[in-house]
């Protein structure tokens, strides 16, 4: 379980009422009947969440089938149950198990990017389907793989967007070590196979002033908000133990600046996330900011909520 004597009596308190971020104005606070997927279905984590036409489509990353599931919701809190859509194709030699997807769905259909994993290494892979259920992978070979040093041997867990006034796509993925990677990168593509991977990269690492995410930085959803792209990204204070936090950017690649209240979601002493919560995904409807998890409690790994009412992430406004 994860110790809290590092935190402020106040931070304390504030997780422990459900209310997860101590900066001004609204918190982000956690459903009450979290987690909302995993349970009878085993570990359920790193999902990816688009909102259409009044309802919440997630695809999941679903351990026990070593595959990404997707799962629907017209609450973001009751989900169907995970139907798989994209399974390991082992004949490759790379994805004996896939997880960590993200989904962009333009005017031609849906676009996957995907983590593959095998024989102790971690790429990333392509897939393309008509609906978000029915995928057919755009090649055999992984479009992105671990090169530089940085990225040992691992590169995973993609968040891509499509830049429509540049003609680009752009990814933001973590490499490092297989267990958890270490920093965050970018990368950008014209067809989403062929991958330029930014010369400074890693563009988010870790900050050691802030001892909750002094060890590592990864796995960070990007959304352009306002003028600003905003990156929810895990910190692990150690390997073992992560939160989740918040940090803006102007061109989404240089001078990031974190949220003074980080971290904005923090593990229930005791819960269901006790040890970590990781992988965050925010979509704003209805009035209000929706943050999926995952968080873990030993070793099972489930899906929780968390909500933030108005429009706003509580940054202070820039001068």
């Given at each position: 379980m994860l110790a809290f004597g590092w935190m402020s009596v106040e931070s304390c308190l504030t997780s422990a009422l459900g209310a997860t971020n101590t900066g001004k104005?609204?918190?982000?606070?956690?459903?009450?009947?979290?987690?909302?997927?995993?349970?009878?279905?085993?570990?359920?984590?790193?999902?990816?969440?688009?909102?259409?036409?009044?309802?919440?489509k997630m695809w999941v990353s679903w351990r026990p089938k070593q595959s990404v599931a997707i799962t629907e919701s017209l609450?973001?809190?009751?989900?169907?149950?995970?139907?798989?859509?994209?399974g390991p194709e082992l004949e490759t030699g790379w994805e004996d198990d896939i997880n960590r997807p993200v989904v962009v769905h333009r005017e031609d259909g849906y676009h996957m990017w995907y983590t593959g994993q095998a024989k102790g290494r971690s790429s990333i892979g392509y897939a393309t389907s008509p609906d978000g259920v029915t995928w057919e992978r755009k090649s055999a070979r992984p479009v992105l793989v671990a090169q530089a040093?940085?990225?040992?041997?691992?590169?995973?867990?993609?968040?891509?967007?499509?830049?429509?006034?540049?003609?680009?796509?752009?990814?933001?993925?973590?490499?490092?070590?297989?267990?958890?990677?270490?920093?965050i990168g970018y990368a950008t593509s014209r067809d989403g196979l062929q991958w330029e991977k930014y010369a400074a990269n890693p563009v988010l690492v870790p900050d050691a002033r802030f001892d909750w995410e002094k060890n590592r930085v990864t796995a960070a959803q990007i959304l352009f908000w306002k003028g600003w792209y905003y990156a929810f990204y895990i910190g692990f204070r150690d390997v073992d133990h992560a939160q989740i936090g918040i940090a803006r950017?102007?061109?989404?690649?240089?001078?990031?600046?974190?949220?003074?209240?980080?971290?904005?979601?923090?593990?229930?002493?005791?819960?269901?996330?006790?040890?970590a919560c990781y992988k965050p995904f925010a979509v704003f409807a209805d009035g209000e900011w929706k943050l999926w998890y995952n968080g873990r409690n030993q070793h099972l790994e489930q899906i929780g909520l968390v909500t933030r009412s108005g429009e706003s992430l509580g940054f202070v406004a820039a001068r």
């Open positions: 104005g609204a918190a982000w606070v956690k459903y009450k009947g979290d987690p909302v997927l995993g349970g009878q279905y085993g570990t359920c984590f790193d999902i990816c969440v688009l909102h259409e036409s009044g309802k919440f609450d973001g809190i009751h989900w169907s149950p995970p139907s798989i859509v994209l040093p940085w990225e040992g041997v691992a590169v995973m867990c993609p968040h891509v967007i499509w830049d429509s006034h540049r003609h680009l796509w752009r990814m933001w993925y973590s490499a490092g070590e297989q267990y958890e990677p270490n920093a950017s102007k061109d989404g690649i240089t001078g990031w600046v974190r949220h003074a209240g980080n971290p904005i979601v923090r593990p229930t002493p005791g819960g269901w996330d006790a040890d």
